[in-house]
């Protein structure tokens, strides 16, 4: 599969910061560059916050709900994945403890509400200002599918770009996850 990124410049001396490798195409005005890149691409069905970059790492939990208590120490630049959804506080430890994203089943809109300084509902994908990427790749109440985490599972410990970005209406876009294949 090939897929297409633009990239921002990261500060003035003009380091890039794509969030995967590639081959870079062309670069255009404004300075944007494309670069073509082969790899994996998983759609969610709800994002909120920006893109981020970081290491696929797995979860388990003893029950649909990851506790706080199941969170370990020290997850810097690290992509959580669980089947199921996040207590509040597993959530809040996520953050703290240095993960840039979190792919999950679902999460609970109580527990976004209480998460997110703006409501959820009306501040989907980048208009969320929050650090932490949320992508759920079910709808309200649902653990993500056997397949689909069986496939991202065998991902675990690479790098990958996340994006929030939701919009609903004109130009549907969805969140995704970009896994590369280094060749």
């Known amino acids: 599969m090939e897929n297409l990124e633009k990239a921002k410049p990261k500060n003035e001396a003009g380091q890039f910061?794509?969030?995967f490798s590639g081959v870079v195409r062309t670069i255009?005005?404004?300075?944007?560059?494309v670069i073509t890149s082969k790899g994996y691409r998983?759609?969610?069905?709800l994002g909120f916050g920006q893109?981020?970059?970081?290491?696929?790492?797995?979860?388990?939990?003893y029950s649909e709900e990851l506790q706080e208590s199941e969170v370990p120490e020290n997850l810097i630049e690290t992509i959580i994945v669980i089947r199921g959804?996040?207590?509040?506080?597993?959530l809040q430890k996520i953050e703290r403890q240095g993960g840039v994203g979190l792919v999950c089943g679902s999460i609970p809109l109580s527990v976004l509400q209480d998460f997110c300084p703006k409501e959820p509902l009306l501040h989907l994908g980048h208009q969320m200002p929050i650090t932490m990427t949320l992508v759920t790749m079910?709808?309200?109440?649902?653990t993500m599918s056997q397949e689909q985490y069986a496939e991202l599972k065998t991902l675990e410990g690479t790098w990958c770009l996340i994006d929030g970005n939701t919009q609903l209406r004109a130009g549907c876009k969805r969140p995704e996850i970009l896994v590369p294949i280094h060749t």
Request: aromatic content about 12%.
């Open 28 to 33: 255009e005005q404004q300075n944007e560059i």
């Open 42 to 45: 998983f759609q969610g069905v």
């Open 51 to 61: 893109q981020n970059f970081g290491k696929l790492t797995f979860l388990e939990s």
């Open 85 to 90: 959804r996040p207590s509040l506080r597993a």
């Open 138 to 142: 079910q709808k309200f109440g649902e």
């Open 17 to 19: 910061k794509a969030g």
